[in-house]
């Protein structure tokens, strides 16, 4: 009896172990399925962000050939001119126009305010008008227009103000001689025929919309008081003026201005590109660039938005989903893009319950070897996945950026000053594309044996600096500060120079990846008990005591403190041990968890030079 009342227990617990042991397979599957759909998730917002990029350059683009929503200028050592677009009110450097010598001047000045002489004064004047300097001659009217009105002589001033502004090109009395011209007429007109004034204020008001005559803002304010001009054309005067200063203060290209108009903002868009003394530059409207992207993405799935400082610029729908932000270093663009796509549910995480469910009452007497055989197949179809993954979102970053370039020429859009640019950038694209195949077939060949390793004596020092200066110009440097230091020159080993140099390479990339923007990564060439030491020190988030073993292993990935992991295939570091290991070296890790790690390669010293 007591044997028999075991087997309901016995059962009971079979079941229960194998009940047991199927929802732990079935959690991992659950597991596996939601970093799936992560990944899945993340790939439609990388593709919702390339939209959005696109469509902002295709924008930029649009609106540099609208000379109704964008301005052009062009600047050398003498100041800066408008060459197309909206008119222009004030430059924001100017080479002021040279005036005539007051001593020309200073036989009629002598009998007008000393004698007291005026029409004689006046005749004096009058000799200069025969003058072929037109600055002289400009000089004179405005002189023989001050004796008129010195003898109340009105009609005759205001025809005289009337020679004066069709001199066109010419500085009198610190400003150019049109508007010298109009605004004398417009005060006499004020004060002797108010009723005709108006016509030529309005003449004023007019010469100095047109942004035809090269004036400073201190010239234009002065010329402007009491006449209303328009805030539109003000504004672009005043983005002219920021983006000037922008441009003389800094590194040039793309950026956002934000000039203040009437208690509100506007924003604009300039591009300033230099060659030694001479630069041109193009500004664009925000406001005309917004409908242009909109047109553009005119998707009720895809949620965008521009962004400046944690301000909405613009933008489609609220962004209450997981969302990817795409920073300026990144784009290229002069705003932040944050972009996000509607999440979609799935019945596959009840299906997975469901199913194991169901094979737990079936399958009770195999559920042991069952979950031993998932658990196998999960690890390597996530090991597998893994790795797949990682490499995809390496390859499509090179390969979204061909598409979206080739597209751009193929569309004709882009001015042709901007297309060697595209080609440059396809070029560097493509080198990318064939550097990273060729990173994995060497690790292929690595763990195949067949790398044919070609050695050659190598001076540490000069051959480290060279690896140092070319990763310097890579982008996965920029925001680090890159220190190299040579204990001296004479140390030599002897080692293939493109496989240290891929494994010195791998692990400055690891430490810029590692590494919050803004920190330091030294890498040190020293020797010490007959072996040569080249390490690599970062300020990055460290590694685990858990994680040093394994970080070696092939498909290893370390982890990252910020919010999202860098990319990688996770083969560098294996690689880099591989190559040391077969040239009799060595790879010393020292790191703690928030205070960055350091990497030393240690290899045979060959010899010393003295």
Not at 7 to 13: I, R, T
Not at 81 to 86: D, I, Q
Not at 195 to 201: F, G, I, L, N
Not at 540 to 553: H, L, N, S, T, V
Request: net charge neutral.
């Amino acid at each position: 009896m007591r044997r028999t009342a075991r087997w309901p227990l016995a059962l009971a617990a079979s079941g229960v172990l194998v009940l047991g042991l199927l929802a732990l397979a079935a959690w991992r599957l659950l597991q596996q399925e939601q970093a799936l759909e992560r990944e899945r998730l993340r790939e439609r917002l990388e593709n919702a962000a390339v939209l959005v990029i696109s469509a902002s350059q295709r924008a930029l683009a649009q609106a540099s050939s609208d000379e109704r929503s964008s301005l052009s200028l062009e600047w050398n050592e003498l100041g800066v001119r408008r060459s197309a677009g909206v008119p222009l009110l004030w430059l924001p450097a100017l080479q002021h126009q040279a005036e005539s010598e007051p001593r020309i001047y200073s036989a009629g000045e002598q009998l007008e305010f000393a004698g007291r002489q005026t029409e004689r004064a006046m005749a004096t004047y009058r000799e200069l008008l025969g003058s072929p300097d037109r600055a002289v001659r400009a000089g004179a009217l405005l002189r023989i227009a001050r004796c008129q009105r010195t003898l109340r002589r009105t009609a005759d001033a205001l025809a005289t103000y009337q020679q004066l502004s069709a001199l066109q090109g010419v500085a009198v009395a610190g400003a150019p001689a049109e508007l010298v011209g109009r605004r004398e007429r417009m005060v006499l007109l004020d004060r002797d025929f108010p009723a005709t004034a108006a016509s030529e204020r309005d003449k004023l008001r007019a010469l100095l919309e047109s942004g035809t005559i090269p004036i400073d803002r201190a010239t234009f304010e002065f010329f402007a008081q009491a006449i209303p001009i328009a805030e539109e054309i003000m504004n672009w005067a005043r983005a002219a003026e920021v983006a000037w200063k922008k441009a003389d203060d800094g590194p040039v290209g793309p950026a956002l201005i934000t000039v203040k108009s009437q208690g509100s903002e506007k924003r604009f868009v300039s591009d300033w590109s230099r060659n030694g003394l001479r630069g041109s530059a193009r500004i664009l409207s925000f406001d005309a660039l917004l409908p242009r992207m909109e047109r553009t993405l005119d998707n009720a799935s895809l949620l965008w938005q521009l962004q400046d400082d944690g301000h909405v610029l613009g933008g489609h729908g609220v962004l209450a989903n997981p969302t990817l932000t795409k920073r300026p270093a990144e784009t290229g663009l002069p705003w932040t893009i944050a972009v996000a796509v509607p999440t979609s549910t799935s019945s596959r995480q009840d299906l997975l319950i469901a199913a194991a469910f169901v094979l737990g009452l079936v399958l009770l007497a195999t559920c042991y070897l069952a979950y031993r055989f998932v658990r196998r197949e999960l690890d390597v179809a996530q090991m597998q996945s893994e790795f797949v993954a990682a490499v995809s979102h390496e390859f499509r970053s090179p390969i979204t950026a061909l598409i979206h370039l080739t597209d751009l020429l193929e569309s004709g859009d882009p001015p042709s000053e901007r297309r060697g640019l595209y080609y440059k950038a396809l070029a560097r694209e493509t080198r990318r594309l064939r550097d990273m195949v060729e990173n994995l077939l060497d690790f292929g060949r690595l763990e195949a044996g067949h790398y044919r390793y070609k050695p050659e004596l190598l001076e540490a020092s000069g051959f480290v600096r060279s690896i140092v200066d070319e990763f310097e110009t890579q982008p996965s440097a920029a925001g680090h500060e890159i220190r190299f230091h040579g204990e001296q020159e004479g140390i030599a080993f002897t080692a293939d120079p493109e496989a240290i140099r891929r494994a010195i390479w791998n692990l400055l990339d690891n430490a810029a990846k590692y590494s919050p923007s803004g920190t330091r990564i030294a890498l040190d060439v020293s020797s010490k008990d007959g072996w040569v030491a080249m390490s690599v020190q970062d300020n990055g988030c460290g590694i685990a005591p858990e994680d040093r073993k394994k970080i070696f292993q092939k498909f290893v990935r370390g982890s990252s403190t910020g919010s999202e992991q860098p990319k990688g295939t996770g083969i560098g570091l294996a690689m880099t041990q591989a190559i040391v290991k077969a040239h009799h070296g060595r790879i010393v890790l020292e790191s703690q968890p928030g205070a960055g790690s350091r990497f030393t390669i240690l290899l045979p010293a060959e010899r010393r030079r003295q």
